[in-house]
């Protein structure tokens, strides 16, 4: 729809004008001013607006930063509630935390934002070879050198506010030790696992039990066959575009002479050297004497070029290369220091060099191999360049192509053929497409939007093409319906097989359960009649083979009621009966206490910095209005709803 509008604006202007003057009549210039502002609102912060065009430049900024980390990602994930809630928390605590800075005065002098730009590797991308701003990337994001220093100033001064508060957060000696207590503390524990498998031979339900499982409101979706249809779609993606174009000879051959450095690898050099030490602040005399030895080594050398390594090996101030004859293996510019690279850069394999002298004292050096510095063939790259060639075409045709799919499938809703004729895009199906596909895999029809429009009531009634929804980076897709089947439930007779598996699955639960408690009760009455395994020790710290739930129930029983027997569920393994002895004396060095100290004290800093910034969103009277205020309100309906699924 947005698209719609998008590539309509003319006919869209027209209608506006038409629905906007009689507003203007009716209700005064001023009242409709006021109440387009309000209606734009999503959020105050000490008095100041966030407007739904921020919240969605946000959302789209956002975007684009998952996308580009991670292309794979579902483009209907940034519809939903969660994403933009969490956009808008974010705009929110950037403004509460800008409006604090200001009352705070906290502004960052220009000298620590050169050095955070030089120093953080966050901007890495933005620095040039010598580390000054490029200034072409940054326009090519729509923002000027002003505009990111200030943003700069913005983001260090918004972090001193939380900043200070977490840098004083100081947990207590109590609580640190409640900490460590919860880590490192032992508990005696003996238990034993109750398997239904182990119930199933001791159940034979009859017909009738079998009915009235069928039957029950309870289970009457673990029978149900799920609404699916038989679907006809089309999909527009660069790689169909890309399949198509192609690139002249010339062309292909244009590009590789004018990019011919990406197709060369760089010179490398293999050497060797003898260093005699002689640092730069070295006395002259001390310099003076290490270049005369390095002359009387290269003397050597010269007389008997093959004695090299050896001369090396007993000569070579470089501990590190020394053991090896001198041999540095191969390195390309930059990596030695310069005298030393203009030398050996200089020379031809197996020559040796004068007295090279440097910062580090004096070299000898010789050339033992040399690889790189040719271009690869232009057949070898032709495949490479053609690929990114018709990559580059595709992708500027696929604009276009996208604008006309747009519109075709929302202006002709009752068919895909004109859509598929004008593109030159099969038309394809799939049978059986699920609603909720689950873990089943649907190619581009697994798109969570797609379904949405594709199964909705109109579309669905009168088998209209859905609009284009993109299902991936360069992917649209449009669908329409050609047979529904509603979900259903099957008759008994003909699921009945499987209503006898379900049945026995969740009885033999109920008597793994049924027998961890008789049990609990006589033995809880008669230790002595017990059968459990021996003790074992569990802790938080380490790693055992007990299920989470078996460890998290023996570790939560009070230490005042031990010793103590409790019973508890652990999912698909059934039941355990726990009997928690005692806790055994703490065993901790003093580098563990220091340790979990420490990261303690980080869960506290945040804790407080946390509390102090919902105390700023109080004092700065934070509030959601219109949309902003309806997603906020969505959430604590998600979250009840999963903990409802959980429970279940």
């Keep these: 729809m947005f698209d719609f509008v998008r590539k309509h604006t003319r006919i869209l202007q027209g209608l506006l004008v038409l629905l906007i003057v009689p507003s203007f009549v009716l209700v005064g210039v001023q009242s409709y001013s006021k109440f387009m502002d309000d209606d734009g609102v999503v959020a105050k912060v000490a008095g100041k607006d966030i407007t739904q065009t921020e919240w969605d430049q946000a959302q789209r900024r956002m975007a684009e930063r998952v996308r580009a980390q991670q292309p794979e990602t579902d483009p209907s994930a940034f519809d939903k509630p969660e994403f933009k809630k969490q956009v808008l928390d974010s705009l929110v605590r950037e ?38 701003l490029n200034k072409d990337l940054l326009q090519a994001q729509g923002m000027t050198a002003a505009q990111f220093a200030e943003r700069l100033r913005l983001d260090m001064s918004v972090n001193q506010v939380l900043g200070g508060v977490a840098a004083t957060g100081l947990a207590s000696t109590v609580s640190n030790r409640e900490a460590v207590d919860a880590l490192f503390q032992v508990r005696e524990v003996q238990w034993m696992k109750f398997e239904p498998k182990n119930y199933v031979a001791q159940l034979n339900p009859t017909a009738d039990q079998l009915k009235a499982f069928y039957n029950s409101p309870a289970n009457a979706k673990d029978f149900q066959v799920p609404e699916k249809a038989d679907v006809q779609y089309v999909l527009l993606d660069l790689d169909t575009l890309k399949a198509r174009v192609s690139v002249p000879e010339d062309e292909l051959r244009r590009s590789y002479k004018d990019n011919i450095a990406r197709f060369t690898q760089p010179e490398e050099r293999r050497a060797s050297h003898i260093l005699v030490k002689a640092e730069k602040s070295a006395p002259a005399a001390q310099r003076q004497a290490a270049q005369a030895k390095a002359e009387q080594l290269l003397a050597q050398v010269k007389k008997d070029p093959a004695q090299f390594a050896e001369l090396a090996k007993k000569n070579s101030d470089d501990p590190g290369s020394a053991v090896n004859g001198g041999d540095l293996d191969f390195f390309g510019r930059g990596a030695m220091a310069k005298p030393f690279e203009d030398a050996v850069f200089s020379l031809k394999q197996g020559e040796v060099s004068g007295v090279v002298e440097t910062d580090y004292g004096y070299h000898i050096i010789t050339v033992t191999g040399v690889r790189g510095g040719q271009p690869q063939p232009f057949e070898v790259a032709r495949p490479q360049i053609e690929d990114e060639a018709r990559k580059q075409l595709a992708q500027r045709q696929y604009a276009e192509a996208a604008e006309s799919f747009t519109n075709k499938v929302y202006e002709q ?81 003909q699921v009945q097989a499987q209503v006898r598996d379900r049945w026995i699955a969740a009885e033999s639960f109920k008597a793994a359960r049924q027998d961890a408690d008789q049990k609990l009760a006589l033995w809880k009455q008669s230790p002595d009649k017990a059968q459990l395994p021996a003790p074992v ?27 103590a027997w409790t019973v508890v569920d652990i999912g698909a393994e059934g039941t355990a009966l726990l009997k928690i002895n005692k806790v055994l004396p703490l065993q901790i060095t003093p580098q563990e206490i220091q340790e979990t100290e420490n990261q303690f004290g980080g869960y506290w800093a945040k804790a407080e910095a946390d509390a102090y910034y919902q105390s700023l969103k109080k004092k700065y009277k934070v509030e959601f209005l219109n949309n902003g205020k309806k997603v906020m309100e969505e959430e604590p309906k998600a979250v009840e709803t999963q903990k409802t699924a959980s429970a279940s």
């Design 95 to 132: 403004y509460v935390l800008s409006v604090a800075a200001r009352d705070l005065n906290l502004r960052a002098p220009d000298a620590r934002l050169v050095r955070m730009f030089a120093a953080d590797q966050q901007y890495a991308f933005l620095r040039n070879p010598d580390g000054s």
């Design 413 to 493: 809703p009752d068919s895909l053929k004109p859509v598929a004729d004008e593109l030159k895009l099969p038309v394809q199906t799939a049978t059986d497409v699920l609603r909720n596909p689950g873990a089943k895999d649907q190619g581009p029809l697994s798109n969570p939007r797609l379904l949405e429009a594709l199964f909705d009531a109109t579309n669905r009634a009168k088998a209209r093409n859905t609009e284009a929804i993109e299902v991936g980076p360069n992917k649209l897709v449009s669908a329409r319906i050609l047979k529904y089947t509603p979900a259903s439930k099957p008759p008994f007779e």
């Design 537 to 563: 020790q569990m802790s938080r710290r380490l790693v055992f083979s007990q299920p989470p739930a078996v460890l998290d129930s023996a570790l939560r029983v009070p230490e005042k009621q031990l010793p």
